[in-house]
């Protein structure tokens, strides 16, 4: 029984190494307060995926593809950039707008009359692995920034997502999407102390 607890402490401590953080960078959200829906953006500016740019590491998975496929690279990167909108950025707002309802506000793309931006720029992607016998969980980061749409140079607000976990199933974009639905639920739960 002793080592059982010793074994469940071991792993808990493991875990929360690996556990997402969320800090308020700078700014505040005290002006939106009242807000009940404000548009999202998503960018990827400058964004790392590993230990490399994401343009070494398209050019890398386009060249295996190729190499495996024959000519299959341009649909493999294709697929790479459409699974934001059609995956990734889902699963953010889905999970942001079913945990936010304690704050009264929710996020919609494409909702140009709002009085306040969100921006979402992931810069760091891990896309983790899964070959059968071994596994490893993605992972994302981003900056999120909110703005006066009036001055969408200066943000009022920054918080950064450090390293929220996604699964380690066989599908890479599954993978991935699940970082995204944990850092939207997430942040979602933390906002109300900021507003």
């Not at 593809?65 to 649909?75: F, K, L």
């Amino acid at each position: 029984m002793k080592k059982l607890l010793l074994f469940s402490i071991a792993i808990l401590l493991a875990s929360a190494g690996f556990s997402q953080k969320i800090k308020l960078m700078s700014g505040s959200l005290s002006s939106m307060k009242g807000q009940d829906i404000i548009e999202v953006q998503f960018t990827y500016d400058d964004m790392k995926v590993g230990k490399v740019t994401e343009a070494e590491y398209v050019k890398k998975k386009k060249q295996e593809a190729d190499a495996q496929e024959g000519n299959s690279g341009d649909r493999w990167h294709n697929l790479w950039i459409q699974d934001r909108s059609n995956r990734y950025e889902p699963k953010f707002i889905e999970l942001f707008n079913k945990y936010s309802k304690g704050t009264g506000l929710f996020i919609d793309l494409d909702r140009t009359e709002t009085k306040f931006v969100m921006v979402v720029n992931t810069y760091f992607t891990e896309p983790g692995f899964n070959v059968g016998v071994s596994s490893g969980y993605a992972y994302v980061s981003m900056k999120v920034s909110f703005y006066e749409r009036s001055n969408m140079s200066s943000p009022i607000a920054v918080f950064d997502i450090i390293k929220a976990r996604g699964a380690a199933t066989f599908d890479m974009a599954t993978r991935i999407a699940e970082g995204y639905a944990l850092a939207g639920k997430s942040f979602a739960k933390t906002l109300p102390k900021y507003l």
